[in-house]
């Protein structure tokens, strides 16, 4: 059950202007809608959590499409704007190793909808914590790390009991699955990070 909180009455001033006004790209999200989506928020659901906020697995009602729903936890005037900023340019982005953004929500919470796709996310989050090894020598080199993520490579197999270094990540995110049912944390003095894998 969410807990309501000074936020709920919270007016977020977010402006994009007209260029998302024409039905095309990233569309605007009612709350309600994603809550439902994420089933009120719920635990079970989270993909990931750090500085930034946490992200949630979630089924759109209308589309049955599903969906990884980033909540934004910093509310400044600085977050407000860097929450703006991500939602225009990766918006314009294209690439096939990019999460698509398919929403938006500034209703009560900041929130970010992307499309989820287990396999592809599976892909981004090894690699991603292959390149963080503790040891150098059992990092990838770029042309490694680049095959794998173009599938022209097999993915790594890291070992299950890798210690989990001290990071100085505040505002960053990590969306992926891997294992259902394992989690990966890091914390710093900064801000920490956790991921737990889907069941």
């Known amino acids: ?46 993909l990931g959590e750090g500085g930034f906020g946490a992200v949630y697995k979630g089924v759109l009602r209308d589309s049955n499409a599903n969906v990884a729903v980033k909540r934004v936890w910093e509310r400044s005037k600085e977050g407000i704007k860097s929450y703006e900023s991500e939602v225009k340019i990766i918006s314009r982005l294209r690439h096939r190793n990019l999460v698509k953004l398919i929403g938006w929500c500034h209703e009560k919470e900041l929130l970010l909808v ?43 197999n890291l070992p299950s009991n890798r210690p989990i270094p ?16 394992t989690s990966v944390t890091g914390t710093s003095e900064s801000g920490s990070i956790s991921i737990t894998m889907p069941r």
């Open 1 to 46: 059950m969410r807990k309501k909180s000074e936020l709920d009455d919270l007016a977020i001033d977010v402006s994009f202007g007209d260029e998302f006004g024409n039905g095309l790209g990233p569309r605007m999200f009612s709350y309600d809608e994603l809550s439902k989506a994420t089933k009120d928020f719920a635990d079970e659901e989270k």
């Open 114 to 156: 992307y499309e989820f796709m287990p396999g592809e996310m599976e892909c981004l989050l090894v690699v991603g914590l292959w390149c963080a090894y503790p040891s150098p020598i059992m990092r990838p080199s770029m042309r490694q790390a680049i095959q794998v993520l173009n599938f022209e490579a097999d993915l790594p």
């Open 166 to 181: 001290n990071y100085d990540i505040p505002g960053t995110s990590v969306i992926g699955t891997s294992e259902p049912g």
